[in-house]
């Protein structure tokens, strides 16, 4: 029978990492490939096939418990909704049992044999030049030359380089010969392994001895435009040039009279089967994970249902303000809230509802703006920008060629070291930083009106620009999903966001993830144009929203890593209209300022002790500071997402730990809005949390390890050193301050309409019947409390034996680092 490498190579690529580059970065659910299976099921079966540390050991447990990280409540909580009848042994085996010994994967053990047998490091002397050929043909700019005859495949292009190269790539007479005509990875993984019944398991093995090169180039096969600078690249064009350089490698060392691998005892052999063998879930792990986040959830539910719901205000409402749905956008709207109670503030997925594409003013590519797996179908052009980005000689061409190059490194590159230098001292913003707002010029023209013009980009035609019908339903979705359908105040903000750097490869995990890792204001500003627009107010009319002709909208950024916000089109807006937005604009900066000295008291450089404005001064100072690896905390701490009216969760402090997704459960009777809210919540909020949680507990295989060694790859992808394999998932300095908790999403509706959308909508279901989410549903007109089980909603009773309080006026001034329980705010009389 012929080996298939095709056929193998599709079974190994969902187990790949899938991780895109870096302009597109947008957190996944890290094991999604096992995601149809049981969360511990699927635990167990990532670190027997790989060896992924995929929870916390169980010292990390029992130190938690010990220091009051797990109550004692809580582990006994998650004993008795383990099933097991057995109850003391379960809770003395799982405290007091040993730590564990790492596992050894199944996958790798094979090509170990080349170190073990035969005292050679095939790796070393194959994945070197593999990784330099693979950045080069790749590259996205940091060359000045393109790889030649790119077009022709990655395969062809390396076998014609080595055909016109005096010095050629392949050293081995042998391999010469063989390249000299057609062949197969059955030739090939014949002269290795001699034995066919190895070849799947080499292949494995492989292409896991670097998990980061082969899964970027796996997406890339299915998603060119990944890239800017698109070329051809398939698994199987690696696969065959790494195996041409192995036996070059072997040849050089060897000669050419080496015994194949395959003549070797002990060989183990992979199998599809095992890969979908059910694992059962470790007790102890089980025991010690649910009870790690069930303290944290009962505290959250024991406020829900102890707090009282904050009613509409008596006066009438002055502003009311649409964020993100974001947890970072969680501790802003609290401060605005705190400051000015006639204040009200909604979340709502950061795109706002518009799927675009974006072409900037001064580029010549288009940016998505909208979640990953949305395919947008209009295009916005942005128009007129009077502040073209400073232009800067360190950018321009000649500086590289032989000549200038001399010059240039004699003459400036004695200032530049000088301006680094004075850089490092006195942090300032750069031409070359990701600036939240540069994305899109505060005074720049829109193309968003529909004029039958099309615009074709890379064999997709684009609509340019929206039809009125198309605005109308958009607008009218967007108010209608949040609950926000009267009683509209006489500024109305849609506030996008977006997160500054300096010196940061991740930037784009920074950003909105529900714009595709970049800032949503563009989206943002296209709504509120759209609203202000009288003719869509009109449809709205005729669709039962009133808004009055004294309701304006108002667009803006909030830049997360400075803490600014900077707003749109204020030049349309009357002279009365202005006064009111300039005492809006003064609350909202007070907030801004109160919400980076709550961020402030986790970073160890920022004293507790100092002034708002001190510390609103080092916040911004991170986000231009070439040495800093943590511009901000980003998801750090997320586990909740609350979807429900914002009365319930106004007076409770979450500490920066949840989504809030505004929805109206009262006028959705069958469920319809709740599940156009649920659909994305998996795959954006649960993505975030799952990344977050892989990440952080195996740091160096599902995550990119510490950002101070890496190396910038091509402008797509970081290493460490200069010729490691690509770093996949989140840097150390992105969570280094999280506790892995699986998200808990808390639903405002009777658990029977759930129920429903859950039967009705298997792709939503699947999140919480695996367990990968963990779901309550809360009674809006009860307040009842119920939770998901794999027996449907079951009445829930909280268990947390004294509850957390926290004065309103201490929310800035809390000097403690350490993570702050959720609490219900308490107000002076």
Known sequence: MSFDLNNTIDCIRKFLPHQASL????????????????????????KYLFGHQTHLNLQSYQNKFLNGGITVEALEYAINTYGNNCIKHCFDSALWAPLQKPTEPLIGKFREKWQSDYNFDIE??????????????????????????????FLNSVLKLNASSKSKLFKSPRIQTLISKPFNASTLLYILLADEQYYQTYIWDLLFSHPGWSGFINVVDHNPQTLFNTVPISLQDVCLVELLL?????????????????HQSGCSIIHVEQFNTHFTADVAI??????????????????LNKTVPVHEPTQSTSAQLIFCIDDRESSLRMHIEQLDSTCETYGTPGFFNIPIYFKPYDSIHLTKLCPAPVTPKHLIIEHQNPKIKSKSFNFHQRPFTLT???????????????????????PHEHVSGSIAHKHLSETSEL???????????????LQLGFKTAEMFHLAFSFLNTMGLKHNFAPLVYIIAHGASSQNNPHYAAYDCGACSGRPG??????????????????????????ISDDTQFIAGLHDTTRDEIVFYDLDHLTPETVKKHLKIKLTINHALQNNAAERSRKFETIALQASLTKKHQHIKKRSVSLFEPRPELNHASNCYCIIGPRKFTKNIFLDRRAFLNSYDPYSDTRGDILTQILKPIGPVCGGINLEYYFSCVDNNKFGAGSKLPHNVVGLFGVSNGIDGDLRTGLPYQMIDLHDPLRLLVVVYQKPEIVSDILNQQPE??????????????????????????????VPYFTFTSSQHFIKSDHLVKYNSRTPLPISIITHAN
């Not at 089980?286 to 406020?303: F, G, K, P, V």
């Not at 939503?764 to 909603?793: E, R, V």
Request: aromatic share 18%.
């Open 23 to 46: 302009k597109d970065f947008i957190h996944h659910n890290t094991l999604e490939a096992f995601q149809h299976e049981d969360f511990f099921s699927a635990l167990q079966k990532s």
């Open 764 to 793: 939503i279901h699947s999140w919480y019947l695996n367990q990968w989410m963990h779901l309550i549903c809360i009674d809006p007109f009860t307040y009842a409390t119920y939770k998901y089980t794999k027996n449907g909603f």
């Open 246 to 262: 192995e036996i070059d490698a072997l040849d050089q060392h060897f000669g050419t009279h080496w015994a194949p691998l395959g």
């Open 286 to 303: 089980t025991i010690w994970q649910n009870a790690l986040e069930w303290t944290w959830y009962d505290q959250l539910i024991s406020c």
């Open 447 to 461: 193309q968003y009106e529909f004029k039958n013009q099309t615009y074709d980009a890379k064999h997709k035609s």
């Open 124 to 153: 070393h002397h194959v994945q070197i030049p593999l990784f330099k050929l693979l950045s080069s043909y790749l590259d996205q700019g940091v060359s000045i030359t393109t790889f030649p005859k790119s077009e022709l495949g």
């Open 521 to 546: 204001s563009v989206n943002a500003r296209l709504m509120a144009l759209f609203l202000n627009r009288k003719d869509i107010r009109n449809a709205l009319l005729n669709a039962g929203l009133v």
């Open 404 to 426: 200038y190059g001399w010059l240039f490194s004699l003459s400036y590159g004695f200032v530049s070291l000088l301006y680094l230098i004075y850089d490092l001292f006195f």
